[in-house]
């Protein structure tokens, strides 16, 4: 079955502040992660997690290499991984209890968003946030 995004899903993780661990995030500038990172943190007042394979610290906030590393709760896990890596992050995500998961834009793996669902996560695929925040208002 194929997924589709509910609008008020979208909203409502967009608009409830949280905490957002963003799986790809790290130091290079050149990413997009790094400038959604941003829109998250102060455009929307989110606590942001970068998380990467070097752990690198990114806008003044503690990077970490594992979403297993990252203490406390994570409400939303934001993956800037390609499709066929974001299986094995959205299982993380189950495993280390997060409230929904966020697959950005072209990342698509159906199989891990029913995964996520099944397990009672929130699920939004194949968007960004920096996208959805202005065009639902969400700021």
């Not at 943190?41 to 970490?64: E, R, T």
């Not at 499709?83 to 992050?89: E, I, L, N, T």
């Amino acid at each position: 079955m194929t997924h589709v995004n509910n609008p008020e899903d979208i909203k409502s993780l967009l608009q409830t502040p949280a905490r957002w661990a963003v799986v790809g995030l790290s130091g290079n500038p050149a990413r997009p992660a790094v400038g959604v990172a941003l829109y998250l943190q102060q455009g929307l007042g989110m606590d942001i997690v970068p998380v990467s394979l070097k752990g690198d610290d990114v806008h003044g906030a503690k990077g970490y290499k594992s979403l297993e590393d990252v203490p406390g709760h994570i409400d939303v896990v934001d993956c800037f991984v390609n499709s066929a890596k974001v299986g094995a992050v959205v299982d993380q995500a189950i495993a280390v209890g997060a409230d929904a998961v966020w697959l950005q834009l072209d990342v698509i793996d159906e199989a891990a968003a029913q995964r996520a669902k099944d397990a009672g996560l929130r699920v939004v695929m194949n968007a960004c946030p920096a996208i959805e925040g202005p065009r639902l208002d969400a700021a």
